[in-house]
């Protein structure tokens, strides 16, 4: 599915990037189905010396030499290079020096890709180096110190000029969080950058393939060629993939002339990137490559470690506030007093600044909340909204206006409903969270009109940090708090259903 329009702003998560239909040039590709040659960029005759008119529907015996092409034959056919990607060989094709040749399987087709050797940006032991960054990470006793020494090494492996590790926020922002950079570059450590950025058919992409590289920004596009009726090859796997132009003019106006990017994944989510620049074009060879992409995996299981013990002792924590609460419910007849009186832990259940409850007619209020006047007016809101059975928000400014008044305590809102027709109402309160965000230049203005005057879009050009001080939100309600608010919504219902059994009881 080609875009007919041009990529810009509005559109740019549609541009179909698996499949750009051409490659970076300093390799060459060639896709096989079965023995025969059904693809090829068109660089292929340059680089490997075969004429283009030779190539579609032949076999490998075309292109490399017969012992080779036996060699590479062997080697797909045994079934011992089922995994993907395939590292076949360094070999020396025709009179055209040695490739590195990578191959991988995408449904019924081999993807075979050649690049010269890099020659001195091989590492010397990128076993040993591994060896040590694996050591080091796991000895690391934080966060902090597990991704610096990431950069750290990435850097040390691969010898890009500035290696930054990226983390995305719920919000799909992104934040440098550790760097390392050559002498007398302008740090980027602690910017943070839009989501358009890395728009999310990349991230996706991501996902799946754990490394890019971008060799040199400046390069011209090596369109592929293929027989008729062949689909556009999904390049989703393939190094050499031509990337989105829009993202070379971004790495241009940055000032980069190359670019690699290694996914860190929690889980089946893309957690961030170790993102490398270099100052010229770069490139590196499939080994090297490897060891990347296998301190990625190792670092994102890892992280996912790191992140899970800190939502556990929270998770904890809130269990122990819940569970207290719930115990109080059990034994305390009067629903108000279980809730807000003496030793409750309200606030504790979700960690809150505040917190009220609303019930027939009575307001009881606990902490930093809105005073009653407000609450009044908050209550009379919340009955207009419709699903609002758990209602969460930390802007309630936007949602909500006249609560700016007092955003100072209570941006963020987590209220939950007991009867909408009588007003009642359990919700809890947090204070704003006055963020002082650096950007890596200015966030509203995401692009600029190109100098012919034409509406084609580009990047921002900017990346001097740019300051903006972010008022009305609150730390985000957690999922856990969310999902603990509906459970105490089903015990309260379930107590006041029960007590009106008893009093009709009572009463017959
Ligand atoms: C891809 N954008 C990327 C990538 C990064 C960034 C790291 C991954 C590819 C790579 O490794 O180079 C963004 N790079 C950054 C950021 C920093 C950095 C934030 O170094 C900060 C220091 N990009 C835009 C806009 C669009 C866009 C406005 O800024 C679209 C209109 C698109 N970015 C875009 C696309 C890709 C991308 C399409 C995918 C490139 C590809 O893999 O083909």
């Known amino acids: 599915t080609a875009l007919d329009a041009p990529v810009d702003l509005t559109n740019c998560d549609r541009e179909p990037i698996h499949v750009p239909g051409a490659v970076q040039p300093h390799g060459a590709l060639v896709a096989l189905r079965g023995d025969r040659i059904v693809q090829f960029s068109a660089n292929v005759p340059d680089r490997l010396g075969t004429p283009a008119g030779d190539l579609l529907g032949a076999t490998l015996d075309t292109l490399l030499e017969p012992d080779l092409a036996a060699q590479v034959n062997g080697a797909l056919a045994?079934?011992?290079?089922?995994?993907?990607?395939?590292f076949l060989l360094t070999a020396p094709v025709r009179d055209r020096g040695p490739f590195d040749l990578t191959a991988h399987r995408l449904d019924d087709l081999t993807v075979l890709e050649f690049e010269p050797l890099p020659?001195?940006?091989?590492?010397?032991?990128?076993?040993?180096?591994?060896r040590g960054t694996l050591a080091r990470m796991n000895a690391a006793p934080d966060l902090a110190r597990f991704v610096e020494v990431a950069a750290q090494d990435i850097q040390?492996?691969?010898?890009f000029d500035r290696v930054m590790v990226y983390q995305f926020a719920d919000d799909g922002t992104g934040t440098v969080i550790a760097e390392r950079c050559a002498p007398g570059m302008t740090p980027y450590l602690g910017l943070r950058y839009p989501a358009s950025d890395i728009p999310k058919q990349a991230?996706?992409?991501?996902?799946?393939?754990?490394?890019r590289i971008i060799t040199d920004v400046n390069y011209d596009p090596a369109p592929m060629l293929a027989q008729p009726g062949e689909a556009a090859l999904d390049m989703s796997y393939c190094v050499l993939r031509s990337v989105s132009p829009i993202h070379l003019e971004y790495l241009r106006n940055m000032?980069?002339?190359?670019?690699?990017?290694?996914?860190?994944?929690?889980?089946?989510?893309?957690?961030?990137?170790?993102?490398?620049?270099?100052?010229?074009?770069?490139a590196l060879s499939p080994n090297v490559r490897a060891a990347c992409e296998l301190i990625g995996q190792v670092a994102s299981v890892q992280l996912s470690a790191w992140q899970e013990k800190q939502d556990q002792s929270y998770q904890l924590h809130l269990k122990a506030a819940q569970s207290q609460l719930m115990e109080r419910l059990a034994h305390?007849?009067?629903l108000l007093e279980a809730l807000v009186g003496q030793d409750s832990r309200l606030l504790d259940f979700v960690d809150a600044g505040g917190?009220?409850?609303?019930?027939?007619?009575?307001?009881?209020?606990?902490g930093r909340t809105p005073d009653p006047e407000q609450l009044r007016a908050l209550q009379d809101w919340l009955r207009t909204q419709p699903d609002s059975e758990v209602l969460h928000t930390h802007s309630l400014g936007e949602l909500f206006p006249a609560a700016s008044a007092y955003a100072e305590s209570a941006s963020g809102l987590l209220a939950v409903q007991l009867s909408r027709l009588r007003g009642d109402y359990v919700m809890w309160f947090r204070p704003e969270e006055l963020q002082t965000v650096a950007w890596g230049g200015d966030p509203n203005k995401p692009a600029?009109?190109?100098?012919?005057?034409?509406?084609r879009l580009s990047p921002r050009r900017s990346f001097e940090a740019w300051q903006q001080t972010v008022r009305g939100r609150s730390a985000p309600w957690l999922t856990e708090e969310i999902s603990a608010a509906r459970t105490l919504r089903r015990a309260l219902l379930s107590l006041v259903l029960r007590r009106a059994e008893e009093l009709r009881d009572l009463n017959e």
């Not at 020659?119 to 591994?130: E, P, R, S």
């Not at 991230?203 to 490394?211: K, T």
């Not at 917190?355 to 606990?366: F, K, P, Y």
């Not at 190109?450 to 509406?455: E, F, K």
């Open 203 to 211: 991230r996706a992409l991501y996902v799946l393939n754990m490394l």
């Open 255 to 282: 000032g980069v002339g190359a670019s690699m990017s290694i996914s860190l994944l929690r889980g089946p989510e893309l957690w961030g990137l170790i993102a490398c620049h270099h100052n010229t074009p770069r």
């Open 355 to 366: 917190a009220a409850v609303c019930l027939d007619g009575q307001v009881i209020r606990l």
């Open 119 to 130: 020659g001195a940006l091989v590492h010397a032991d990128a076993y040993t180096l591994v």
């Open 448 to 455: 600029e009109v190109a100098q012919d005057g034409s509406a």
């Open 156 to 159: 040390a492996l691969t010898g």
């Open 78 to 86: 045994s079934g011992e290079l089922d995994r993907n990607p395939l």
């Open 332 to 334: 305390t007849p009067d």
